[in-house]
């Protein structure tokens, strides 16, 4: 409940600058004047990630577009198998850890096509892809002999895509949009991965064993798009 009151408070925020921009077009610095700026809704309310993309006009119904994404979770529960009450067990082994990090970039252009005069339009268009990003997995399991296995991973991933969608122009300057994309990624991952042992008997210290790095390459073809749902304004 407190990320959904979250999400609202930053929902309401958008809604009251978006309300506020649009009746100060006098005030609009130079260098964003025509340009739009949208907050992907979609992923803001029913996911954990934040996107945003800026596009800036180079000829009538035709733009540059650069988009921004950010998505992130920590995640850590205690481990049902694992009896907490054992005396000097060391808490790592008591719990299960997740968490990830991860930021992209995508560059492309993006043409419109009238449907309805101006208020919808159909857009599309192609797209470059980036991403870097980190994960950290811990999962232990205590009963003679207590283990622990630690596994962290650096991706890189680098893609083209295309999208679609259509748009809605509600106002002059206020507009949702509504849009999927197909695309083709090749990712490497470089992932370490460690072993831990403790004796609950003896109450010997942890031993650790290490997994050399190995690297993984990939081309994948991602299924299940979800539509992204975009918040515009336009200065």
């Known amino acids: 409940m407190k990320n959904k009151y979250i999400k609202l408070m930053i929902v309401l925020c958008v809604c ?9 077009n006098a005030q609009t610095p130079e260098n964003l004047k025509g340009k739009e700026v949208g907050l992907n809704f979609r992923n803001l309310w029913f996911g954990s990630s934040a996107e945003v993309i800026i596009r800036k006009p180079k000829a009538e119904n035709s733009f540059k577009r650069r988009t921004f994404s950010f998505n992130g979770y920590f995640r850590e529960s205690n481990n049902e198998l694992t009896p907490l009450q054992i005396d000097g067990l060391p808490e790592a082994y008591k719990s ?5 990090v991860n930021i992209g970039v995508a560059l492309g252009t993006e043409k419109r096509i009238n449907l309805i005069d101006e208020s919808v339009y159909f857009y599309h268009g192609p797209t470059a892809l980036f991403s870097a990003g980190m994960t950290q997995r811990r999962s232990s399991f205590a009963g003679t002999s207590a283990t622990k296995r630690h596994s962290s991973s650096v991706n890189l991933g680098l893609g083209v895509g295309y999208f679609g969608g259509i748009g809605i122009k509600l106002t002059d300057r206020f507009s949702v949009q509504i849009d999927n994309m197909l695309s083709i990624w090749s990712n490497a991952n470089l992932i370490n991965e460690t072993e831990a042992t403790y004796n609950t008997d003896q109450r010997t210290e942890e031993v650790v064993t290490e997994i050399k790095d190995r690297l ?3 081309v994948t073809i991602p299924t299940g798009n979800v539509s992204r749902i975009w918040v515009v304004l336009k200065f």
């Not at 009251?16 to 100060?24: C, E, R």
């Not at 299960?96 to 990830?100: F, K, P, Y």
């Open 16 to 24: 009251l600058t978006t309300a506020h921009n649009s009746n100060v």
């Open 216 to 218: 993984n390459m990939a």
């Open 96 to 100: 299960d850890l997740s968490n990830l």
